[in-house]
């Protein structure tokens, strides 16, 4: 419990940060919708002289842009690939900054196991994380009820809404497994931004033409918001694709962590 309150206890100013951050980038893309909703033909004429591809790189549907769950699934790719820096920078830092602070050979000499620091650090960091996205949901909900312009589900909002954290879970266990595996991270940002920014690329890549099975290289392509809009659900074999890459990240992050060679200061 004392690893646990000391982790939550550390990441508290991160983990307050990020959660504003998100608020307002919510509040922000969100207060967009009533004037681009009044000016809607003007707004669709223009996207359509982009070309399909690009459209389709950026997850522009044209046919419900103009309605708030169409708007909002749109602007919420930008807040799920900002969620995701938050998740993987999390995973990342929890087991390196011992390393990086030179505080590992203090920690892993108290009476606790490995398995049970691991676990601590992890709690820690899903408390963070649940909290953000406690937040973020209310704030959307909030949001849209007063920016409203038109009937809305309220459930496929929350739906879109709760994928943020699912993205953000598989990011964190596979930030968790790469700290792991590497002894030596100076730099979490670098590597945060690296990895996210590389499958948010990956990402626009596969939505281009023909999806299929390209869609299973990035979790940012996991959760279709189109079908989420349409079916108010999400698709099953992605669900237990992202389940299994938060399992398998895990177990092997406390596999590996629990025969790692610590280097002593």
């Given at each position: 419990?004392?690893?646990?309150?000391h982790e939550?206890?550390?990441y508290r100013?991160?983990?307050?940060?990020?959660?504003?951050?998100?608020?307002?980038?919510?509040?922000?893309?969100?207060?967009?919708?009533?004037?681009?909703?009044?000016?809607?033909?003007?707004?669709?004429?223009?996207?359509?002289?982009?070309?399909?591809?690009?459209?389709?790189?950026?997850?522009?549907?044209?046919?419900?842009?103009?309605?708030?769950?169409?708007?909002?699934?749109?602007?919420?790719?930008?807040?799920?690939?900002?969620?995701?820096?938050?998740?993987?920078?999390?995973?990342?830092?929890?087991?390196?900054?011992?390393?990086?602070?030179?505080?590992?050979?203090?920690?892993?000499?108290?009476?606790?196991?490995?398995?049970?620091?691991?676990?601590?650090?992890?709690?820690?960091?899903?408390?963070?994380?649940?909290?953000?996205?406690?937040?973020?949901?209310?704030?959307?909900?909030?949001?849209?009820?007063?920016?409203?312009?038109?009937?809305?589900?309220t459930e496929?909002?929350?739906?879109?809404?709760?994928?943020?954290?699912?993205?953000?879970?598989?990011?964190?266990?596979?930030?968790?497994?790469?700290?792991?595996?590497?002894?030596?991270?100076?730099?979490?940002?670098?590597?945060?931004?690296?990895?996210?920014?590389?499958?948010?690329?990956?990402?626009?890549?596969?939505?281009?033409?023909?999806?299929?099975?390209?869609?299973?290289?990035?979790?940012?392509?996991?959760?279709?918001?189109?079908?989420?809009?349409?079916?108010?659900?999400?698709?099953?074999?992605?669900?237990?694709?992202?389940?299994?890459?938060?399992?398998?990240?895990?177990?092997?992050?406390?596999?590996?962590?629990?025969?790692?060679?610590?280097?002593?200061?």
């Amino acid at each position: 419990m004392n690893i646990f309150m000391h982790e939550l206890k550390a990441y508290r100013k991160t983990t307050f940060i990020w959660t504003l951050s998100l608020m307002v980038i919510a509040v922000l893309f969100l207060s967009f919708y009533p004037s681009i909703a009044s000016d809607m033909d003007d707004f669709t004429a223009l996207l359509e002289g982009f070309p399909e591809p690009v459209r389709q790189a950026f997850g522009i549907q044209l046919e419900n842009l103009g309605t708030i769950n169409g708007f909002y699934a749109y602007v919420f790719l930008y807040i799920a690939l900002c969620g995701a820096i938050q998740g993987m920078n999390i995973g990342v830092s929890i087991l390196s900054k011992e390393v990086r602070e030179k505080t590992a050979d203090f920690l892993l000499t108290k009476p606790v196991s490995r398995t049970k620091v691991l676990s601590a650090k992890l709690s820690a960091a899903l408390v963070s994380i649940i909290l953000t996205n406690v937040f973020f949901i209310a704030t959307v909900i909030v949001t849209a009820s007063i920016i409203q312009t038109e009937a809305y589900s309220t459930e496929v909002m929350l739906l879109i809404s709760l994928t943020l954290l699912f993205i953000q879970l598989i990011f964190l266990a596979v930030g968790i497994l790469i700290a792991v595996v590497f002894p030596r991270i100076k730099s979490v940002l670098t590597v945060s931004l690296g990895t996210v920014f590389g499958f948010f690329f990956i990402s626009m890549i596969v939505s281009i033409g023909d999806e299929g099975v390209k869609r299973y290289l990035s979790p940012f392509q996991y959760f279709d918001r189109q079908y989420i809009i349409e079916h108010s659900s999400y698709e099953t074999s992605f669900l237990i694709v992202g389940g299994g890459i938060i399992l398998v990240s895990l177990v092997l992050s406390y596999v590996l962590y629990r025969r790692k060679d610590i280097h002593t200061v």
